[in-house]
């Protein structure tokens, strides 16, 4: 083997002390802590104690599945909502106009989810801006609960994830060769045809990593949840917020923080086995 | 169906008419907010009691505007430092990593590689907690072994910046990385049989080539950092960021000058984007 240069090392360090330091140790630290038990006599042991604590909880494994589910869900409307917005982008409207359109698809992400969530509180409230829009046109009589329910923390998390999806599959749908479907189109094909034959399997590695994407924004998601969801519609990082800001009880928490690990992870490599992609792509 | 093909009135009307409602969806929440900045009422949403300043200025017992209130002003300028430092140490370490995995050849790279994108799949709530517990008891080992008071172990600014910075030199990897790509590796030999040392090639040639990279990822960095709360929730101290100060006041005490906050966010990224598109537009 060649001799290293120093320049090797120098470029090697400080990236192994950020991933050991932040990443590893940090992660396995968690795990370890997960395990860990403090007694009525105060000494700490290892136990399965807080995850038999998950498993005994209603409340805690419900949510639990809720929120898998729930983040499921989200994904894929983001991805009905926003697929044919990419494909405007892209293929129907002209050149010189798609570029700015694009650029207000950005604006919402850069100005962050706090302040978007908080202007969908305003819009949703008992007393905002669709309840009142909806009286004065006579469509209703009294305010309708739109906030602080599974509606509205629907809405939340889809309107903050959905467009991450959009520029992933821009790019997918861009190096789609327009003959392909003027071709398909000739040969007699229907618009669904054309659609579930072509365009969709074209722009699956696109779908893939927006889909994914998503899916880890929603999942690891507390402001929409918190702000625009009820009481009822609770999400699992609020209950490792709880367990660490609320309760102190950080060894529990430590043991929810993995099981979310887990479930995200688990469902990504799933997504990522069934389209046949690498996770390398998805960053890119 | 796309730009080339003929296709039914019906069709391109219903297909525009939904792109126009995405669009109404996506700008309906930061309207609301700008336009209610200016209400004359101490309540969040409608009625509309007429224009009004007072929520940017005014300093009276029932109403304290966006910029005579000292916290708020303590927050934003807290997130600006908080920001520059994440943007700075994200971009020196995310630049070298991209140096690494694209230049050099090593064992463990895949691995090592793998590492470095896992904050992209971790949930950012994950992320904070783990690094929480870590660094307290850390900071616990070391005071009560050797009385060493590291003060940037426990929650405040600086842990802020290092769990913001465990995630952002990820991104920044992956944008400068990108254009590294691009880069033509017969400039570095010529340098190398010139005899160059492998530092000066770097600093003379490479890191020049990848240098709108790196500014670009610097404001990436920024703009993440100055709206990231996940994270953020679980290592701040007694000094509050932005989105945690705005998130308490929506949870505890909202009044206006949430929205005249927002309103400064939405105006300041909406002319930057502005600006950017049209400097991009002039290059080409």
């Known amino acids: 083997m060649k001799k290293r240069s120093g320049t090797f090392y ?14 590893v140790v940090p992660h396995l630290d968690m795990f370890f802590r997960s395990f860990r038990f403090e007694t009525d006599e105060g000494a700490m042991i290892f136990s399965l104690n807080n995850y038999l604590a998950f498993f005994e909880d209603q409340i805690y494994w419900l949510t639990f599945v809720k929120t898998a589910l729930y983040s499921i869900g989200v994904t894929f409307l983001a991805f009905v909502v926003t697929f044919p917005v990419a494909f405007y982008l892209t293929k129907v409207i002209a050149k010189k106009y798609s570029s700015f359109m694009v650029l207000l698809l950005l604006i919402p ?3 962050g989810e706090l ?17 009142n829009f909806l009286i004065n046109i006579g469509l209703i009589d009294t305010y309708l609960p739109m906030l602080y329910n599974n509606f509205s923390m629907t809405i939340g998390l889809l309107y903050m994830s959905m467009l991450f999806m959009i520029v992933p599959m821009m790019s997918a749908l861009e190096s789609l060769d327009d003959s392909l479907i003027e071709a398909a189109s000739d040969l007699g094909a229907s618009k669904w045809t054309i659609f579930y034959r072509i365009v969709i399997p074209y722009t699956t590695p696109g779908i893939a990593s927006g889909g994914i994407i998503v899916f880890m924004l929603v999942i690891g998601d507390y402001v929409a949840p918190n702000i625009l969801g009820g009481k009822s519609s609770l999400w699992f ?8 800001l609320a309760t102190f009880n950080w060894n529990e928490g430590a043991a929810f923080g993995f099981l979310l ?24 | ?67 005579k209130d000292p916290d708020l002003m303590m927050s934003v300028w807290t997130s600006v430092e908080t920001g520059f430092f994440v943007a700075m140490f994200s971009t020196i370490v995310g630049t070298i990593a991209a140096l690494l995995f694209e230049e050099e050849r090593f064992r463990f790279k895949g691995l090592l590689y793998f590492l470095a994108l896992a904050p992209l799949v971790i949930p950012g709530v994950v992320l904070g907690i783990s690094i929480l517990l870590t660094s307290t008891y850390t900071g616990t080992y070391m005071e009560e072994t050797f009385g060493w008071d590291m003060e940037f172990l426990s929650p405040g600014f600086w842990l802020v910046v290092i769990g913001q910075f465990s995630f952002g030199a990820t991104y920044v990897m992956l944008l400068v990385g990108a254009r590294l790509k691009k880069f033509d590796k017969v400039l570095e030999e010529a340098a190398l049989s010139l005899r160059a040392t ?6 003379l040639i490479t890191l020049p080539f990848l240098r709108p990279a790196i500014i670009g990822a610097f404001v990436v960095t920024f703009l993440i950092s ?10 701040i101290g007694s000094d509050p960021t932005l989105p945690v100060d705005l998130y308490s006041r929506i949870k505890f005490s909202s009044t206006p000058v949430l929205n005249a906050v927002s309103f400064m966010i939405v105006m300041f990224i909406t002319f930057s984007a502005m600006i950017s598109f049209v400097l991009n537009r002039k290059k080409i």
Do not use: H
């Open chain 1, 10 to 23: 120098l470029l090697l360090v400080p990236v192994l002390l950020w991933l050991v330091m932040l990443i």
């Open chain 1, 109 to 111: 992400i850069w100005i």
């Open chain 1, 115 to 131: 302040v978007t969530i908080y202007g969908w509180m305003i819009l949703l409230s008992d007393n905002g801006v669709i309840n």
């Open chain 1, 237 to 244: 990082t609020e209950q490792i917020y709880n367990k660490f």
């Open chain 1, 261 to 284: 690990l887990m479930l995200s992870s688990t469902i990504i490599w799933i997504a990522l086995k069934l389209t046949g992609q690498k996770l390398e792509k998805v960053g890119s």
């Open chain 2, 1 to 67: 169906m796309i730009r080339t093909l003929p296709c039914s009135r019906l069709y391109k009307v219903g297909y525009s008419l939904y792109i126009l409602l995405f669009y109404i969806f996506l700008i309906m929440p930061l309207v609301t907010i700008c336009v209610l900045a200016f209400n004359d009422s101490n309540f969040i949403a409608l009625p509309w009691n007429g224009f009004s300043l007072d929520w940017f200025f005014a300093d009276t017992d029932d109403r304290l505007g966006l910029f």
């Open chain 2, 198 to 203: 492998r530092l000066e090639v770097i600093r």
């Open chain 2, 226 to 235: 100055f709206s990231n709360f996940n994270t953020t929730i679980f290592l």
